[in-house]
């Protein structure tokens, strides 16, 4: 199958070629994406006979361990982590690798960055910024070709799920052909598709559905059907004994409702501190614009904020932001 390979990919490969010892790391409380990228990558640097240490600020969330090579990531030790060269992949900023992390990491001789969001801050020495990339993944597969690693099942199912889960299982806008066939060539070696979609999407645990029933019950339809938000505190959490697992894709289950442009979810991580995650479904509103005004980051249609403000104070806030962000697009 024939690729382009993106120029600033050549960058990274040098560096790859020219060191031996590496860590690869992704953003903390980490997606499909994330998980898979540090699989596939850790991997291949394995295949080239490096040294590698596959890291995380958080543990593997559970609905990825079924994913092979996913016991290999370890989280941050507190303390400096020895290595030649970071690589962090998925992970728009430096501090979302976490704070443990951060500090671990601090002394890395040479930080590659490899990544798809927009939003990027282009903290690495080597940046491979791709925002037209549908995944991490997406990049990770092309790298893996330039360097002629051989896909193994572990490395094709890493970057599969890595793709999977980013494009929301190939629904997304960024699904082009060419993703399709960088999936295609994946099931060609050794992706067990049945097997993966019902590990990704067919199961959840108890407590998350007894979270998605609070959002049910709570959710708040407003600008004429066009918003739809939902806030979870801390005390529900604790009810509920819920894993920030369990909490991770509630707003897809707002942002199915017909009519509905923009869903938040409104998270209190801890006293005073909230996660905000929003979609927009129309290309209209751009939802990492918003998330910007609160020094966040995402993608246009898929956002992410965090701020240290009492829940209803943050909460107010961003939807007047997201209501003005509608009006203005939709009238
Ligand atoms: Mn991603």
């Given at each position: 199958m024939m690729i382009d390979i993106p120029e600033a990919l050549v960058s990274v490969a040098d560096v790859i070629r020219s060191h031996e010892r590496f860590v690869v790391i992704a953003h903390f409380r980490p997606d499909g994406d994330a998980i898979g990228s540090t699989i596939a990558l850790g991997h291949a640097l394995q295949a080239m006979g490096k040294q590698v240490r596959m890291l995380n600020?958080?543990?593997?969330p559970e609905r990825y361990a079924f994913l092979q090579g996913s016991d290999e990531i370890g989280r941050t030790p507190r303390g400096p982590v020895d290595a030649e060269v970071v690589i962090s992949v998925d992970?728009?900023?430096?501090k979302r690798l976490g704070d443990r992390s951060v500090v671990s990491l601090a002394n890395a001789p040479l930080v590659v960055n490899i990544d798809h969001h927009g939003s990027n801050e282009c903290f690495g020495a080597v940046n491979c910024v791709l925002p037209d990339e549908a995944a991490t993944g997406c990049i990770l597969y092309k790298l893996i070709r330039l360097l002629e690693v051989p896909i193994t099942p572990v490395i094709a199912n890493a970057l599969y799920a890595a793709i999977s889960t980013d494009t929301g299982s190939f629904q997304?806008?960024?699904?082009?052909p060419e993703v399709m066939r960088m999936a295609g060539d994946l099931l060609s070696k050794g992706v067990n598709v049945m097997e993966m979609n019902r590990m990704l999407y067919q199961e959840v645990s108890w407590k998350s559905l007894m979270v998605t029933r609070e959002v049910l019950n709570g959710m708040v339809l407003e600008e004429d059907g066009r918003l739809c938000w939902f806030s979870l505190d801390l005390e529900t959490k604790g009810r509920l004994n819920a894993s920030p697992d369990d909490v991770a894709d509630l707003v897809d289950s707002i942002r199915v409702i017909r009519g509905v442009k923009v869903a938040a979810i409104f998270e209190e991580?801890?006293?005073g501190v909230i996660r905000v995650s929003m979609r927009s479904k129309d290309a209209r509103v751009n939802v990492a614009k918003i998330a910007e005004e609160f020094h966040g980051g995402g993608h246009a249609l898929a956002a992410g904020i965090r701020i240290r403000r009492p829940l209803a104070e943050a909460r107010e806030c961003v939807l007047q932001a997201i209501r003005v962000a509608c009006r203005k697009a939709l009238g």
């Open positions: 600020e958080d543990p593997v992970n728009g900023a430096w997304y806008e960024k699904t082009t991580m801890e006293p």
